[in-house]
Structures are given as C-alpha cells and as structure tokens.
C-alpha cells in the first residue's frame, strides 16, 4: 500500500505541473493580448494604393505636433526614399508613425527605437515609440525593394530639451 501510494505522488507531481504550465500560458496570453494590449501590429486602414499621393494625410507627409510633447509622422515610402527623411523632435517626445507605400513593399526599422513594421502599397501601418536619449536614430528599409534598396533611409533627430521646455 505504502509502495502505491509513492507511485501516485510521482504520478502526481507529473500530472500537476502538466496542467499548470499550459493553464499558466493560456493565462499569460490573455492577460498581455487584452489587459496589456501586446498584439502584432495590424492594419490601421486601407487606401487606394494607386492614389496614396492624393489621398489624405499621405498628400502632405510630415511632422506634425498633436499635443504637447506628442508627434505624428505622416510618411509614405517609395522607390527608394522616405517622405519625410529626415524627423526632429526634442527628448522625450512621443513619435506615431503613419505609413504607407507609394509602390512596392518597403519596410520601416527603427532599430533603437523598437519600430518595425512592413509598409504594404495603400495598407496604412502605425507603430508608436517614445524617444528620451537625444541622438540620430536611423530609419532603415528592411523589406528588399529593387536595386537601391540599400540606399533606402532616413534619420529621426532627437534634440535635447532646452531650458525654458524642461520649466515648462
Ligand atoms: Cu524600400 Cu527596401
């Protein structure tokens, strides 16, 4: 009696954990997909891939400022260039990042900031990341797009903070 009652703990002590590691992931990826709202980044929206250039906010790309140490990046990809290239921002700032292609696939790697996402003719992608080191981060096309596709870059600037932004 005493020999089985041994066998049953093994069994036990296999049988338990066997249910608590796939009942404790299960629990892991609805606690993260709904209360901490990790998720791959889907589609935001679609436009006409043949009127990007005309449809808004991609006819004018650029920076603008949404509220106070927040941006938006309206930026559209094409062979081989990013408009716009070149972003400046002051420490600290939020950047969103709205991006489409004008022609092929082309893919936007910010690679300290954690931004990585593919940009797909007329199929609006948005990633977000805070930037609080000053510094150039560069903008990288990481999806292979014809035979530049090397030169393919840009830069977000973060300036340091001045005096009178830091009191404010
Ligand atoms: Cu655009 Cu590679």
């Known amino acids: 009696m005493k020999r089985g009652t041994t066998i049953y703990l093994y069994e036990l002590a296999w049988i338990l954990p066997s249910f608590a590691i796939p009942v404790g992931m299960l629990v ?7 209360g901490a709202g990790v998720h791959l980044v889907g589609v935001e929206g679609r436009i006409d891939p043949t009127k990007v250039g005309q449809t808004a906010p991609f006819d004018k790309p650029g920076l603008v400022e949404i509220a106070p140490g927040q941006y938006e990046v309206r930026m559209t990809a094409q062979i081989w260039t990013f408009a716009p290239n070149e972003i400046r921002v002051p420490a600290g700032s939020t950047v969103h990042f ?9 893919g936007l790697l910010i690679p300290r900031a954690n931004v990585n996402v593919m940009l797909l003719p007329g199929q609006i992608a948005h990633a977000q990341a805070r930037f609080d080191a000053p510094g150039e981060y560069p903008i990288i096309c990481h999806e292979y797009c014809g035979i530049a596709h090397h030169t393919m870059a840009g ?3 973060v300036e340091p903070r001045r005096t009178a932004e830091v009191a404010r």
């Open 28 to 34: 892991a990826l609805i606690v993260t997909a709904f």
């Open 98 to 106: 709205w991006a489409t292609s004008k022609d092929v696939v082309h």
């Open 155 to 157: 830069k977000v600037i």
